[in-house]
């Protein structure tokens, strides 16, 4: 992976969603996607996306007088990184133990344990293959 993902706050995530999903933009189309739920100053915008750029999460180029802003780690990588630091820290990597609290902790009903079920097939297989 690129970047530092696994502490990142729930605002910078929403800034990431925005990029993952537009593309590279700039600080204003980003602000104006953050618009409809969040109070920021354009200005904060800028600051958190430049904060990301020195971990590494997102780059920029310039066009004109303005930066376009890309992400340079995945919404996967994102993912991974976020749940494994979870993991470590909460379950001491114990993955079944993590899963086994989701389980009690959450409303799941009879399709989420079908869909899990076909996960955890799936997963078998495919470490069977190797």
Same mark, same amino acid.
């Given at each position: 992976?690129? &970047?530092?993902?696994?502490?990142?706050? +729930?605002?910078?995530?929403?800034?990431? #969603?925005? /990029?993952? *999903? !537009?593309? @590279?933009?700039?600080?204003?189309?980003?602000?104006?996607?953050?618009?409809?739920?969040?109070?920021?100053?354009?200005?904060?915008?800028?600051?958190?996306?430049?904060?990301?750029?020195?971990? &590494?999460?997102?780059?920029?180029?310039? +066009?004109?007088?303005?930066?376009?802003? #890309?992400? /340079?780690? *995945? !919404?996967? @990588?994102?993912?991974?990184?976020?749940?494994?630091?979870?993991?470590?820290?909460?379950?001491?990597?114990?993955?079944?133990?993590?899963?086994?609290?989701?389980?009690?902790?959450?409303?799941? &009903?009879?399709?989420?344990?079908?869909?899990?079920?076909?996960?955890?097939?799936? #997963?078998?297989?495919?470490?069977?293959?190797?």
């Amino acid at each position: 992976m690129t &970047g530092s993902t696994s502490q990142l706050t +729930e605002l910078q995530l929403d800034i990431l #969603r925005v /990029l993952w *999903s !537009e593309g @590279e933009l700039p600080v204003a189309a980003v602000h104006a996607a953050l618009a409809p739920n969040r109070e920021l100053a354009p200005t904060t915008v800028a600051t958190l996306l430049k904060r990301l750029e020195k971990r &590494g999460v997102v780059t920029h180029r310039s +066009e004109g007088r303005q930066y376009l802003f #890309r992400p /340079l780690v *995945s !919404e996967e @990588e994102a993912t991974r990184s976020i749940l494994d630091d979870t993991v470590d820290k909460l379950f001491a990597g114990d993955v079944p133990a993590m899963m086994a609290q989701l389980l009690r902790s959450h409303d799941v &009903g009879a399709g989420d344990l079908e869909r899990i079920r076909g996960l955890l097939d799936e #997963r078998s297989r495919e470490m069977d293959a190797k």
